[in-house]
């Protein structure tokens, strides 16, 4: 741990932890997929998340992420075609339909690739212009310029990413948990409308937030 400040890391964990429990917009995705497709299938959806995540906190920490809001342009129109395909997929699923909705008891169930649920959370990971501002602002004051670069940026990182994780699974079993309760009074349709009404939200929020 030499490449490590431990003051600074003690520091460093809770504020991150802190950060990401915060309700946001990936936080609400795993709520929402928790929901409808439960915990093991939206763990896709988090692995991309966490690839996405994990660029934005690298390049950040670099400065890529400074350049890319100086110039925002095509950022933004990525953003905006991220929000409407979330949006859309919300609209799908609180009409019960769509591959990301949980299927009424006569209708044939549709589930969502492994890869589309993968690129969903990285999307929605990447084209958060808050997520790169609030890394280029909160990243830097951890790194210890003393240092080795290379190994104390990954290990951060690495930190980053585990305490992602695991605030992704606690949103996504909180789902879960929402799905049984309302299953049990046959509020399938009511499920399918909580969920997609998080989805549209977090479509909005990354298109205009």
């Excluded at 429990?21 to 299938?41: D, E, Q, Y």
């Excluded at 990954?154 to 879960?176: D, P």
């Amino acid at each position: 741990m030499s490449f490590l400040n431990i003051s600074l890391l003690s520091a460093f964990i809770p504020t991150f932890f802190v950060v990401s429990i915060t309700p946001g917009m990936c936080m609400t995705l795993a709520l929402s997929l928790g929901i409808t497709i439960g915990v093991r299938r939206a763990m896709w959806m988090m692995a991309g998340e966490l690839l996405g995540v994990g660029i934005v906190a690298a390049t950040s920490a670099v400065g890529v992420a400074t350049f890319m809001l100086q110039y925002p342009t095509a950022f933004e129109l990525f953003k905006y075609a991220g929000g409407a395909y979330l949006a859309w997929l919300g609209i799908q699923m609180w009409r019960s339909r769509g591959k990301m909705a949980m299927p009424e008891a006569d209708a044939e169930p549709v589930t969502a690739s492994r890869w589309e649920l993968a690129a969903q959370g990285f999307v929605t990971a990447i084209a958060n212009p808050k997520g790169w501002a609030f890394f280029v602002v909160l990243l830097p004051p951890f790194i210890d310029s003393t240092l080795p670069m290379t190994p104390q940026l990954a290990a951060l990182v690495l930190i980053i990413l585990t305490l992602e994780f695991l605030c992704l699974q606690l949103y996504a079993h909180g789902g879960r948990t929402l799905r049984r309760a309302l299953s049990k009074g046959g509020s399938v349709r009511l499920a399918n409308r909580v969920s997609g009404s998080l989805m549209v939200l977090v479509g909005a929020w990354l298109a205009f937030g």
